[in-house]
């Protein structure tokens, strides 16, 4: 019944900003922890970043610490990933993912996947 769907992704230049959008539709979206993950192609499924169910807690992979922010606006059941100072290497299918016990900084107990949005980034 809970759907996730991502927006915002595109074609951008080195050094450009993005901001992806996961709009949640269903059960009640404030109860869940929020997760942001990326698949380049060829690779494994990696952690970018997520957030409590409050939005007062956030943690990041290093790979993205200090260009990516995670945040969420529970009255509008939707979370965003704003991506700056975007790099060749954040080429990737983005997926956003909902939990209610997810463990920290994995993939691990997120219930709730989306279908993902491109971002591609040319040097």
């Known amino acids: 019944q809970v759907q996730l769907v991502e927006s915002g992704g595109g074609l951008v230049q080195a050094g450009a900003s993005l901001r992806l959008s996961c709009a949640a539709s269903?059960?009640?979206?404030?109860?869940?922890?929020m997760g942001w993950f990326r698949q380049a192609a060829g690779n494994e499924r990696e952690f970018v970043a997520d957030?409590?169910?409050?939005?007062?807690?956030?943690y990041y992979a290093d790979s993205v610490k200090g260009r990516f922010t995670i945040s969420r606006d529970n009255a509008k059941n939707t979370a965003y990933l704003q991506m700056n100072s975007l790099k060749p290497e954040d080429t990737a299918v983005y997926y956003c993912a909902a939990g209610g016990s997810p463990i920290r900084g994995t993939a691990l107990g997120y219930d709730y996947w989306g279908q993902g949005t491109q971002v591609t980034v040319s040097s």
């Open positions: 269903g059960r009640t979206f404030r109860n869940y922890a």
């Open positions: 957030i409590n169910w409050s939005g007062g807690t956030t």
